[in-house]
């Protein structure tokens, strides 16, 4: 046997195992905060390939069989968590079909398909005693709350990380930058006052002011490949009754980060202009990128894949390095009804995958 048709033997190996584990995924609910049964599978399937690993709550990581703490490290990272099924599923969301080359499922889409694409890549280089790097297995869990028991609960548990794939449906295009995410809860201040005389301070019309110049401030710092900085006002409350002036208003902000700023050079621009209160809820979620010119961009770019800037947020915005996100299957699928990923695309995933970090590691 050749040894391009024992790599590809190994790769077909490892795609069926992966599909038959997703099926097994799928079938096991685990939505964030409750993904210790999937946790278990997962622990499973690696102890079945004599791969050891770690767990911190249902967050689950291993090293390859030859790690070198002297040698940089690649990290590989996917989340086991999915969202509830919404009331427009017409299939049983935890019933894995496959039909007309598609398989069906709750988070088939997002992110399990990444999910075992990454891992099967992950079996591959395993016990490979050449690479110049290592390689490091990350399963998170919470991703989509972006919870505080999810990748966060165990980054200072890793070592040292030169980049990371970040396993999201994207096509296995190349997502180069990702927006950080800043919640900002407002408070503007008035003073209490009967709605028939003259008295008090509206504090909703010191929010209207204040709420005028967030949505129509335009930072002067524009990424090249995630366009501007996003500010959307999305919930406000303030009253009691018809007939009093109220003497607060309260209203929420979501901020849309791109790397040319940090979350506190934002917040304290918007404290500079606006007079209402400002509290973050937290500055967690940073923006993220790699260079186009990282040898793994150019890795994927070279095999036809396109890099772009990405709107939303994901595990990414929890590491401190470069970092792409990339994985098998369309971002519009997710938290879908009747969600799924094709076959085929966990196969490409997988090949996709191996031949970019070929080039790398």
Known sequence: MSLLTDISSRQAVLTEAAIELLKRLIATPSFSREEDRTALLLEAFLTDQNIPFQRKKNNIWAYNLHFDPTKPTVLLNSHHDTVKPNKSWTLDPFAPIVRDGKLYGLGSNDAGGCLVSLIATFCYFYDRADLSYNVMLAISAEEEISGRDGLELIVDDLPPISFAIVGEPTEMHLAVAEKGLLVLDCTARGRSGHAARNEG?????????????????????????????????????????????????????????????????????????????????????????????????????????????????????????????CGPGHSERSHTADEFIYLHEIEEGIGMYIQMLEKVV
């Open 201 to 325: 301070e509206n504090a909703i019309y010191k929010a209207i002011q204040d709420i005028n110049w967030l949505t129509t401030y335009q930072f002067p710092k524009v990424s090249p490949t995630l366009g501007p900085v996003k500010m959307s006002v999305t919930i406000i409350n303030a009253g009691t009754q018809h007939n009093v002036v109220p003497d607060a208003c309260t209203f929420t902000v979501d901020v849309r980060v791109t790397e040319q700023y940090t979350l506190e050079e934002v917040i304290a621009i918007i404290r500079e202009n606006i007079a209402s209160e400002v509290n973050p809820r937290s500055i967690r979620l940073k923006p993220s990128s790699i260079p186009v010119d990282h040898p793994i961009i150019q890795a994927g770019i070279a095999m036809g894949r396109k890099p772009y800037g990405s709107p939303t947020t994901s595990d990414q915005a929890l590491l401190d390095c470069p970092s792409l996100k």
